[in-house]
C-alpha cells in the first residue's frame, strides 16, 4: 500500500510526501474531514485535516458520498464537476469519502501550528546571529 500526501500550509505553501507500508496503513480507513497527527507520517509536531484525494484511475473523492465505492452521480457544482452554464447538471463518476487500497492521493491541510517548518529555523538562525554581532 502506498499514499501520495499533498499537504497545504495555510501561507500557500504545499509539500508532497509518499508513505509506504505502516505510515500507509495507519491512513488506512479515515474519511474526508478527520484529522490525524502528522508523527504518523513523519512530521512530527503537525496535526493535518483530510481534504480530499483521487484513486487510481484519477476519480476525485467527495465528502457526501459515504463508503469507498465508485459511482456515478448527477452533480449540480462540487467536487467532480465544474459547471460552464447556470443551472447546469450532468452524471459524473466520483469516489466515497473513505481511503482504501485504491486511493492514491490524499490531499490535506495542516490545522496545528499552521507555519511551515522551515520557515521557523529560518528566522530563529539571523536572530541569534544578530544578538551575537
Do not use: W
Not at 502506498?2 to 500557500?12: N, P
Not at 474526508?32 to 485535516?49: A, P, V
Not at 463518476?93 to 496545528?112: L, S
Request: no cysteine.
Amino acid at each position: 500500500m502506498e499514499y501520495k500526501i499533498v499537504i497545504s500550509y495555510s501561507d500557500g505553501k504545499t509539500i508532497q510526501k509518499e508513505v509506504k507500508d505502516k505510515q500507509a496503513e495507519a491512513l488506512f480507513g479515515l474519511k474526508i474531514g478527520e484529522e490525524f497527527n502528522g508523527e504518523t507520517i513523519g512530521l512530527s509536531g503537525h496535526t493535518l485535516k483530510i481534504t480530499g484525494g483521487s484513486d487510481k484511475d484519477g476519480f476525485p473523492m467527495r465528502q457526501d458520498l459515504d463508503g469507498n465505492r465508485r459511482v456515478k452521480l448527477l452533480l449540480s457544482k462540487g467536487v467532480g464537476f465544474n459547471p460552464e452554464e447556470s443551472g447546469e447538471r450532468r452524471k459524473k463518476r466520483v469516489r466515497g469519502n473513505t481511503i482504501n487500497e485504491d486511493t492514491v492521493q490524499i490531499n490535506t491541510k495542516v490545522t496545528k501550528p499552521e507555519k511551515y517548518p522551515e520557515e521557523k529555523k529560518a528566522e530563529e538562525a539571523p536572530a541569534e546571529k544578530s544578538e551575537s554581532a
